[in-house]
């Protein structure tokens, strides 16, 4: 093998030596190193293993590169433990070398060792990374998490937001034909609140590539006028299958909302979602839920709600990710007139840059249509939904795992009946963590939404 090597070399040499003297040829001699190298940009991976082993390093960087350049080998060939020990190695002389720190923890991600792998590419971050590195960095870290059977998550944001039960800048409307007079209850009314949302997961394994599900999430609008807050809670327990690029899962949803501390709907429902990583750049995700609702005093809304929300994302490159989500509900209601059908159109456009600042962009439209007139009015509703928000956030910022951003939100409400025609806009602040109990991240399933 050695012999082989050296042909290389030796042919080069004459190669070169003929073009200046054709009567002139040298042998040259290559050291153990100098093969492996060779045979490592050739793939011979084995060969070039036995050149390392018996290399004899003359100086302190040969010594650091042959046992950089055997971790490197050893874990091509699926022999982590014998890697880790090398790169071990290199940092108890040179714990600067953010490259070799980087490889042990992948040699610790290889073998299961959760907890280092994890400090080491924790502290790599604190460095000045190529982004695509700290992309890979911040993956690795999400696959240590999603592996473990633990979650829990956390956000609070103080926002603005109009009452949706007074929205209208009109003095007089027309019911039935006839006019009638507004009063200040129902004049355009805002507030400032908060918004907290916290969600805990557990997913056991219970084979290979089978996992539970058991969470609760929750969410709450707190204002200064208690008659706005409105509280949300969602339990969901389920099964997760994995097929590799592809997940399906299937479980069961309880939840319940009170508004103005009074009880105010509890809903049971069942709902399937697969994932599929088409390609390294697209992803697709198609969930599907299926509940039925039961109003605590209105009664005659009481029904099922069938929602359909795909979703493409689309990675242009490691900065630039855009999404885009088509959504079809059908809500039923005892009530032929609040019966509807809600379709529409959500665009999610994220760029990160080299300085660390990210900017998001997320347009929406939405048109809603009821199933029978209005009965005071005497025409079916028609509503159309404009959202737009667009959100920034810097890396600077982060501490402690807690992530900082800020978002300018949009909203206007088109309606064929004129008091339901509003505008909202506001700046948000949001500040949020996930706590790696030791699982992937969860997002609240609730939704504090006023009906």
Do not use: C
């Amino acid at each position: 093998m050695r012999a082989a090597a050296a042909i290389i070399f030796l042919f080069a040499a004459a190669v070169h030596a003929d073009s200046d003297n054709p009567s002139t040829s040298a042998d040259i001699e290559i050291t153990d190193l100098q093969a492996a190298r060779l045979l490592i940009a050739a793939d011979r991976l084995r060969d070039a293993h036995v050149f390392l082993e018996r290399a004899r390093p003359q100086n302190e960087e040969e010594w650091t590169e042959r046992l950089f350049l055997l971790g490197r080998i050893e874990m091509r060939l699926g022999m982590p433990q014998n890697a880790a020990e090398r790169f071990e190695a290199i940092l108890e002389r040179r714990p600067d070398l953010t490259r070799v720190q980087l490889e042990l923890a992948a040699a610790y991600y290889a073998l299961g060792i959760d907890k280092k792998a994890k400090l080491h590419f924790k502290t790599s971050l604190t460095e000045n990374l190529p982004l695509s590195v700290e992309s890979a960095v911040v993956e690795f870290l999400r696959q240590i998490d999603a592996r473990k059977p633990w979650s829990a998550s956390f956000s609070f944001s103080v926002l603005p937001e109009s009452n949706t039960l007074r929205r209208s800048d009109l003095k007089v409307v027309s019911i039935g034909g006839l006019p009638f007079q507004l009063d200040q209850d129902s004049r355009p009314s805002s507030g400032v609140g908060g918004l907290v949302s916290a969600g805990v997961s557990h997913s056991p394994n219970i084979s290979s590539n089978l996992r539970g599900l058991l969470a609760i999430s929750g969410a709450a609008k707190i204002y200064e006028r208690s008659e706005w807050n409105d509280v949300t809670v969602a339990a969901d327990i389920g099964l997760s299958h994995h097929y590799g690029r592809r997940s399906l899962s299937e479980g069961f949803r309880f939840g319940w909302q009170w508004i103005g501390g009074e009880r105010f709907r509890q809903s049971l429902g069942i709902w399937t979602q697969m994932r599929w990583q088409l390609s390294r750049s697209v992803e697709f995700e198609f969930p599907i839920s299926v509940e039925y609702r039961k109003y605590d005093t209105q009664t005659y809304r009481d029904g099922s709600q069938i929602s359909f929300a795909p979703r493409f994302n689309f990675a242009i490159n490691d900065r630039t990710l855009i999404g885009v989500e088509p959504k079809v509900e059908l809500i039923g209601a005892k009530s032929a007139h609040h019966q509807m059908q809600v379709v529409g159109i959500g665009f999610g456009f994220n760029k990160s840059f080299e300085s660390g600042l990210s900017i998001a962009l997320n347009p929406s439209f939405h048109r809603k249509r009821h199933a029978a007139k209005d009965p005071l009015f005497g025409v079916r509703r028609l509503d159309k939904q404009f959202i737009f928000s667009v959100g920034f956030s810097h890396r600077a910022l982060r501490h402690r795992g807690f992530v900082p951003a800020f978002s300018y939100v949009y909203e206007r409400n088109q309606s064929n009946i004129p008091v339901n025609e509003y505008r909202n806009q506001g700046l948000n602040i949001n500040i949020s963590r996930v706590f790696w109990i030791s699982s992937e991240s969860i997002q609240p399933k609730a939704d504090p939404t006023p009906s």
